[in-house]
């Protein structure tokens, strides 16, 4: 695995950048202190000199939107995710070509056509393999069993950083590993791809899936 970059300084050339799901623009993409502050062609007013460059080569970036839990979110925040200058810099960097239907929906990517994955400023996956052995920076707001009863879903996160879904009653549908920071999760399944999924108001929102814990026996 290459060198992970520093986050807090970083520019990303030559990218396809889905500042929201269905509005793209092609250049760069800039980051200082965590937060987006240029993206597209030209450059920040600021740049700074120590600023580490990626040529991803083409690669798309994109939002970690999902939309089920933007819909739940209070009025006037719809934008918090976009890729804009002042938005906390969380999105992943991919080979793969990505629909506007991805970015809202289910939004998966194999190993091989990942670049990053950064939430919040961390880097928690490089090319295609976990960058961090921190699994949640806030565990009791999410280890537990998230059941939405509707899709017959049990998504049970263990406390040593593994997932396991049951799905329609079958034990063990989907397993793997799992990573927190703030309200947001990334999954990285053991049959081979990353995804992603966010908290609001003690609500677990994945693809398509709406998940309340379990606390003694009765949901949220």
Request: charge should be negative.
């Given at each position: ?22 509005s793209v623009v092609r250049g760069t993409l800039y980051i ?12 920040p007013s600021e740049t700074e000199r120590t600023t580490r ?168």
């Open positions: 695995m290459t060198e992970q970059p520093a986050i807090f300084s970083l520019r990303l050339d030559h990218a396809i950048i889905h500042v929201t799901a269905s200082r202190d965590g937060l987006f502050t240029h993206a597209g062609a030209g450059e460059t990626i040529d991803v080569q083409g690669a798309s970036i994109v939002p970690l939107l999902v939309e089920n839990g933007l819909r739940a979110r209070a009025a006037g925040n719809e934008q918090s995710w976009d890729l804009v200058a002042g938005n906390a810099a969380t999105f992943a960097v991919t080979r793969q070509h990505v629909t506007a239907a991805q970015v809202r929906g289910t939004l998966m990517i194999a190993p091989d056509d990942l670049i990053a994955i950064i939430v919040d400023g961390e880097m928690i996956a490089w090319e295609g393999r976990p960058a961090t052995d921190t699994i949640s920076t806030n565990p009791n707001m999410w280890t537990g069993t998230w059941v939405d009863r509707p899709h017959a879903l049990a998504q049970h996160l263990l406390p040593e950083g593994r997932y396991t879904e049951t799905r329609n009653g079958r034990a063990d549908a989907y397993t793997g590993l799992y990573w927190t920071r703030t309200n947001r999760i990334v999954y990285l399944d053991d049959s081979g791809f990353w995804a992603f999924g966010l908290q609001h108001h003690n609500t677990l929102y994945h693809a398509h899936f709406t998940m309340r814990r379990i606390q003694n026996g009765k949901q949220d």
